[in-house]
């Protein structure tokens, strides 16, 4: 409490040495309309383009905020608009051409480029908005904006149909986009107001300048928008989209029981639908889902008693899913995910009987989400799938076999509702539910939002309340959660206290993420910034933070009050963007003695962990040049026996050209004297559990190569390989005692722990859009994996018995065809 105490006071003097932003004046212009059909070359040559509205007079924001852009690098940018769509061009002026950074990426891939980035608030509300990006070799990448605690987020997964052209010139280069309406959302007014900004990058130079200025100590970037207006009478047409798709598979996988088939073809047919509603809400359907080429997880040794997450790879469920990540109630990896019974299928085996078949996945049948937001700013967002019911095969030698449902029919539902307010603020809503049929329990989450900002943009309060219910035969367990914040977000110093609350029968896990309940966390957030350049560095920005956890209710299987605390922390880490465009990372972590229900594996058990010191750094050279590489040394000291960690990687980048690039990182970290959970003997009471630690040593081992060789904007091949080898050796055992303490064995323990891991994947994609949004897709697919409680000591010995060993294959061949009901009715009506 006195530590806060002071901290509120440094707060307190720092916001006295401290002004907030600047005021600046905001621009505005008048969008002309032509009913001309401007043909994309990239020259701006139509003469329709001599009318249009002007923005120029850019301004740098990176690294000298308020600097005009130079004489001979300025930027000229021209809207029009039709019945159909929007039309933009622009020159941007380089005083040499070598200056201009240009790299083929492949669609949403920002490389080394200089870009252009037009950036629609359409609702005007400052929280929600749309970006269209180009680079000089005519590639696009497209965000939605949407609202969170720093500001502003923009989710690149978000996907429109536009089109495009560029021409480089020796003093820079052109552009020209056209965004039919069909690729944007807005209201029914009859004259449109929006928001506007326009980003210029110039990678080689570190610099960024915007049509309207922005200044990096206030928080968000719709919020220092300028407008654009004059839109009239502007409708969007029917927007009806398919992409009927095709796809067939040969797998053989190695790893297949003895006497099952082990390679198999398959041929899959389906068709992802987009249907607009009315001009803000849109309708997504995936029908028989085919995920078969996303990109392979990222498998680790897993040693934490909790679940592994992974990123989302599929692009239905990373496209326009804004919304429903208000809360952190959805984790989509549940849908399509594990089966609810997997593992208790080989607890159902008898005699000589073995579970020959048993999938890893639930298979989606179909899926479908609603999203948009009215003129009022209510934003509305419904996603609904569903799972067919999974089996495992289990048979005896020589005789029939027989099946067990692993996972019933699922419904899995999310709805959000999210309304938007004054200064740029808002107040959600959002349900999540799951429906198992048969005799599986449901499972429904409700949570109540509300962020709020001052007018001045510098002051933050919010929150969050949730509830969870678990519906069985027996009694429902209901569950509660709260988070609560405040601080102050605009400025050169910013900070914020939190308040975090999850009872003991608070349960998300369903359709979210949940590592663990019955805590309370109070800690705080603080950061001091340094934004224009000065001397040899661009910015600098200096942050500290820490937090206090608790239990809420007792975990300790005698109910001792001296065992509610878990744990605290005190981070402090630094950022630092060089003018030579090198970036430099410091952190210093300091965790606090504390007690660990989870990692004893047993309930109401506990272990006494010691302090914790950590270092970390890193570093980044200039990634704007042909070769640029970076590196990083980690260390860790004290804890219960010890614990010293060397940590370090070194990864490298070669652009050999603007098709072609390799680059590669490899991590090592080598620990001695961990203290970590080796077994645990159950019995009917977590008293009597004998539960084991080890003092260990833990080595592994993460190489990542990715490669990637684009022909032109259109077509490219990209290769990921990654191996992840973990040792872990036990050196000496001990037995938990009831207080928290390990302790010599009663009974020694022989039983062999020793983990020795290896996951080796392999993901080759060949893409070619043959014409907008029609793709064909090429894949090979290599997986490799093995558990031995022997050791293999060398790296290059573990690396060469996964290749060679028995491992997953598959060879893919996907074709998906892109029909836009306006483009086609278009067509025949100029035919």
Not at 468 to 477: D, I
Not at 633 to 659: A, D, M, P, V
Not at 746 to 759: A, I
């Amino acid at each position: 409490m006195k530590f806060f105490i002071c901290f509120a006071i440094f707060c307190t003097f720092c916001i006295a040495q401290t002004s907030n932003a600047q005021s600046i004046t905001k621009k505005n212009i008048t969008v002309v309309k032509t009913n001309s059909v401007i043909k994309l070359n990239g020259e701006l040559d139509d003469a329709a383009w001599k009318t249009a509205a002007t923005a120029n007079n850019f301004t740098i924001f990176e690294p000298n905020p308020f600097t005009p852009e130079a004489a001979g690098n300025e930027t000229e940018v021209y809207f029009l608009y039709s019945n159909d769509g929007i039309y933009i061009g622009g020159y941007l002026h380089e005083k040499s051409k070598d200056s201009i950074a240009a790299e083929l990426t492949g669609r949403d891939g920002f490389g080394n480029n200089d870009f252009i980035g037009i950036v629609l608030d359409t609702y005007k509300d400052k929280l929600n908005g749309f970006e269209y990006f180009l680079t000089p070799l005519n590639e696009q990448w497209d965000a939605k904006v949407s609202p969170n605690t720093n500001g502003n987020s923009e989710d690149f997964a978000w996907n429109a149909i536009w089109q495009s052209a560029t021409k480089i010139h020796s003093d820079g280069w052109s552009f020209e986009m056209f965004i039919p309406y069909s690729a944007i959302r807005f209201g029914k007014k009859t004259v449109q107001d929006w928001g506007l900004n326009i980003v210029r990058q110039r990678k080689r130079f570190g610099q960024k300048s915007t049509w309207q200025a922005i200044d990096p100590n206030v928080n968000g970037f719709l919020t220092q928008e300028g407008f654009i207006n004059g839109f009239e009478n502007i409708k969007p047409p029917l927007r009806l989209q398919l992409s009927p798709y095709f796809s067939t598979y040969y797998n053989h996988d190695g790893t297949a029981e003895v006497g099952t088939k082990k390679s198999t073809t398959t041929l899959n047919g389906g068709m992802d639908v987009k249907y607009g509603i009315n001009q803000a809400f849109t309708l997504d359907v995936t029908l028989i889902p085919d995920f078969g080429q996303v990109q392979t997880d990222n498998r680790t040794l897993n040693l934490t008693p909790f679940e592994q997450r992974f990123a989302e790879n599929r692009a239905f469920f990373t496209e326009g899913t804004e919304l429903f990540s208000k809360g952190n109630l959805f984790y989509s990896r549940r849908i399509g995910g594990q089966p609810l019974h997997y593992n208790d299928a080989y607890n159902q085996t008898t005699g000589a009987e073995t579970v020959v078949e048993n999938p890893t996945q639930s298979k989606l049948i179909n899926a479908t989400k609603i999203s948009g937001r009215t003129q009022k700013g209510l934003g509305v967002a419904m996603l609904n799938a569903i799972t067919k019911p999974q089996y495992a095969t289990i048979q005896e030698s020589g005789k029939e076999s027989r099946t067990f449902q692993t996972n019933p029919l699922t419904n899995y539902n999310v709805f959000v509702l999210d309304q938007t307010l004054k200064h740029n603020s808002s107040v959600s809503f959002v349900n999540t539910n799951v429906f198992r049929s048969g005799s599986d329990y449901d499972a429904n989450v409700s949570a109540a939002l509300f962020d709020f900002n001052d007018k001045t943009n510098t002051w933050n309060v919010g929150g969050q309340v949730s509830i969870s219910n678990t519906t069985t035969k027996a009694k429902p367990v209901t569950g509660y959660a709260h988070l609560l914040y405040f601080g102050k977000t605009s400025g050169r110093f910013n900070f914020n206290f939190f308040q975090e609350l999850t009872n003991g029968k608070y349960d998300k896990s369903d359709l979210g993420y949940l590592t663990n309940n019955n805590n309370i966390e109070n800690g705080f957030n603080a950061s001091y910034n340094w934004n224009k350049a000065k001397n040899w560095y661009n910015n600098i920005r200096i942050g500290i933070n820490g937090s206090v956890s608790t239990l809420v209710t007792p975990i300790d299987i005698y109910k001792r009050k001296e065992y509610m605390y878990q744990g605290a922390y005190l981070n402090l880490n630094v950022n630092v963007r060089t003018k030579k465009l090198r970036f430099f990372y410091l952190n210093v972590n300091n965790g606090f003695k504390g007690n660990d229900f989870y990692e004893p594996r047993s309930f109401g058990r506990v272990f006494k962990n010691g302090n914790r010191l950590s270092f970390y750094s890193y570093y980044e050279s200039n990634d704007a040049k042909k070769f640029s590489w970076s590196a990083n040394l980690g260390s860790r000291f004290l804890g219960l026996f010890n614990r010293k960690t060397i940590g370090y990687g070194i990864g490298g980048k070669i652009r050999f050209s603007n098709k072609f690039s390799i680059q590669q990182y490899v991590e090592v970290e080598n620990i001695k004297n961990d203290a970590g959970w080796a077994n645990t003997t159950y019995t009917n009471n977590p008293a009597t559990d004998v539960v084991i630690f080890a003092r260990r040593s833990l080595n592994t081992v993460e190489n990542t190569l990715d490669a990637k060789y684009n022909f032109n904007n259109k077509m490219g091949i990209t290769l990921r390989a990654r191996h992840s080898f973990s040792k872990v050796a036990p050196q000496q055992f001990y037995e938990l005692d009831l207080d928290g303490n390990l302790k010599t064995p009663t009974t020694p323990f022989t039983k062999n722990v020793n983990q020795n891991y290896n996951f080796l994947s392999v993901d080759m994609i060949y893409n070619w859009q043959f014409t907008q949004g029609s793709f064909i897709t090429i894949g090979w697919k290599n997986i490799g994996q093995s558990f031995s409680r022997s050791f293999e000591k060398s790296y290059l010995k573990n690396l060469g018995n996964i290749v060679s060993g028995e491992q997953f294959t598959g060879l893919s061949l996907r074709f998906i065809y892109f029909l836009d009901y306006a483009t086609l009715r278009s067509k025949m009506k100029h035919s």
